[in-house]
C-alpha cells in the first residue's frame, strides 16, 4: 500500500513540476485564458451539481402527487408540490392558476441552464483567442531571432493549442449538463401538467 502511495504521490509531483514549467513559458494571456477557463469549469460543475440534485428532489415529489392522483388516494396536488401553493389560494381551480403555477415552476427549474449555454457558446472562442495571441507572441519573438527550425516552432505551438483545447473540454461539459438539466426540466413540465389535467378532468366531471 505505502509503494502505491509513493508513486501516486510522484506522479502528482512530475505533474505539477510539468504545469510548473508550462506556466513558466506562457504569456499573461495564456495564463489569464486558462484561468477563466478553471472559473468556467467550477462554475458549471456547481450549476449542474446543485441544479440536477434538486431537480432530482423535485421530480420525486411531483412524481408521487402524480400516483396519488392516479390511484385517487386525493383530489389536490401533494402539499410539497410547486403547484400546491397555488392551488391553495382558489376555491375552485382553474387553467390560468394552473399556468402561473407551471410557468413559475419552470422558471425556477430552468434558473441555471442560460449560464451553461453561455459557458458552452464563449468558452471555446476564448480558448481559441488564447492559442492565438501565444502563436503571435510565438512568430514574433522567432522573428528577432537569426535562426529558427521546426523543433523550436512546434513546442510553442503545441502550448499555446492548450488553450483552445481547454476552451473544447469546458464547452463539451457545458453543453452536455445543459442538455441533461433541460431533459430534467422538460420532465418537470410533463408532470406539472399532468397533475393539472386530472385535477381539473376530476372537477369537470
Known amino acids: 500500500m ?9 506522479d502528482i509531483f512530475i505533474m505539477f513540476e ?3 514549467n508550462y506556466f513558466d513559458k506562457s504569456s499573461a494571456i495564456t495564463i489569464l485564458v486558462l484561468s477563466i477557463m478553471s472559473i468556467y469549469l467550477i462554475v458549471t460543475l456547481w450549476i449542474f451539481i446543485y441544479r440536477y440534485f434538486t431537480l432530482k428532489r423535485l421530480l420525486s415529489i411531483e412524481s408521487h402527487s402524480v400516483k396519488k392522483l392516479y390511484m385517487g388516494r386525493t383530489k389536490t396536488v401533494d402539499e410539497r408540490s410547486m403547484l400546491f401553493s397555488y392551488i391553495n389560494r382558489v376555491l375552485i381551480p382553474n387553467q390560468a392558476i394552473f399556468s402561473v403555477a407551471k410557468n ?9 441552464l442560460t449560464a451553461l449555454a453561455i459557458v458552452a457558446s464563449t468558452s471555446p472562442f476564448i480558448g481559441l483567442f488564447g492559442t492565438v495571441v501565444a502563436i503571435l507572441e510565438t512568430f514574433s519573438s522567432l522573428g528577432t531571432q537569426k535562426g529558427s527550425s521546426i523543433s523550436i516552432v512546434a513546442p510553442a505551438i503545441s502550448e499555446a493549442l492548450v488553450a483552445t483545447a481547454a476552451g473544447i473540454l469546458v464547452a463539451t461539459f457545458a453543453y452536455t449538463f445543459h442538455l441533461i438539466l433541460k431533459r430534467k426540466s422538460y ?3 410533463v408532470l406539472l ?6 385535477i381539473l378532468s376530476q372537477k369537470a366531471i
Open 104 to 112: 413559475s415552476a419552470i422558471k425556477e427549474a430552468t434558473s441555471g
Open 2 to 10: 505505502l509503494p502505491f502511495i509513493l508513486i501516486k504521490l510522484r
Open 18 to 20: 510539468i504545469l510548473q
Open 193 to 198: 401538467d399532468t397533475q393539472a389535467d386530472l
Open 187 to 189: 420532465e418537470l413540465s
